[in-house]
Nanobody, 131 residues
Framework: EVQLVESGGGLVQPGGSLRLSCEAS????????MVWFRQAQGKEREGVAG???????TYADAVKGRFTISQDNAKNTLYLQMNSLKPEDTAMYYC?????????????????????????WGKGTLVTISS
């Protein structure tokens, strides 16, 4: 059974940092396209960052230079290091996995990341940026 379990969310002041983790099980983690999404209240879900099985990374313009996606294949864990956090980063953050290369299921277009039909999803972790 495929499982994705996010952790690391919380309440942080503007300018602060958080590191999200996503523990994966039930599939060959190192060969999957892994993506972080977020959804703010009342808004559509958006792609934040993606990492392919060859290590290539892609970011939405809104987080480029502030967020870093990485993975530890030995631990089957995906990370999202978030620095210089802003109130507009407040959202539920989800990790997702797909057995296809990231380019097959989406990519970067005009500043945003778009993905479709991603196979597996976690339940999310809440990030709140507020003073």
């Amino acid at each position: 059974e495929v499982q994705l379990v996010e952790s690391g969310g919380g309440l942080v002041q503007p300018g602060g940092s958080l590191r999200l983790s996503c523990e994966a099980s039930g599939f060959t983690f190192s060969s999957y396209c892994m993506v972080w999404f977020r959804q703010a209240q009342g808004k559509e879900r958006e792609g934040v960052a993606g990492i392919d099985s060859d290590g290539r990374t892609t970011y939405a313009d809104a987080v480029k230079g502030r967020f870093t996606i990485s993975q530890d294949n030995a631990k089957n864990t995906l990370y999202l290091q978030m620095n210089s956090l802003k109130p507009e980063d407040t959202a539920m953050y989800y990790c997702a996995a797909d057995p296809n290369p990231c380019a097959y299921v989406g990519g970067y277009y005009e500043g945003a990341l778009y993905y479709h039909n991603i196979h597996y999803w976690g339940k999310g972790t809440l990030v709140t940026i507020s003073s």
